[in-house]
């Protein structure tokens, strides 16, 4: 079981910037990867990016590449979301996520993303 808390959302203008933070706890973090997904109001819960548990590989849906960093620091229990460029069909609720099987290399697929926290609103205003 781990336990994961997210921060650092908020209210942006297009074309702004925001850094999301997502602490783990629990579990041995270093063991797992992590992975953003995102929610916006009507929609299903979708995948945004993911880091593998020893950081050297990530991964991205294709609207946020080269707009958004997913980044982990293994000393700190925490995996990070830079997000740059924001657009207005950026606006959800977003949401970290943990692939509990350690030292796993993939490949990665949302269904094994699990452990969810209580979510982060972003909003980007046009």
């Known amino acids: 079981q781990v336990q994961l808390v997210e921060s650092g959302g908020g209210l942006v203008q297009a074309g702004g910037s925001l850094r999301l933070s997502c602490v783990a706890s629990?579990?041995?973090?270093?063991?797992?990867?992590m992975g953003w997904f995102r929610q916006a109001p009507g929609k299903e819960r979708e995948f945004v990016a993911a880091?593998?548990?020893?950081?050297?590989?990530?991964y991205y849906v294709d609207s946020v590449k080269g707009r958004f960093t997913i980044s982990r620091d293994n000393a700190k229990n925490t995996v990070y979301l830079q997000m740059n460029t924001l657009k207005p069909e950026d606006t959800a609720v977003y949401y970290c996520?943990?692939?509990?099987?350690?030292?796993?290399?993939?490949?990665?697929?949302?269904?094994?993303?699990?452990?969810w926290g209580q979510g982060t609103q972003v909003t980007v205003s046009s």
């Open positions: 996520g943990a692939d509990l099987r350690a030292f796993y290399d993939g490949p990665y697929y949302p269904n094994n993303f699990g452990s």
């Open positions: 629990g579990r041995t973090f270093s063991h797992y990867a």
């Open positions: 880091i593998r548990w020893s950081g050297d590989n990530t």
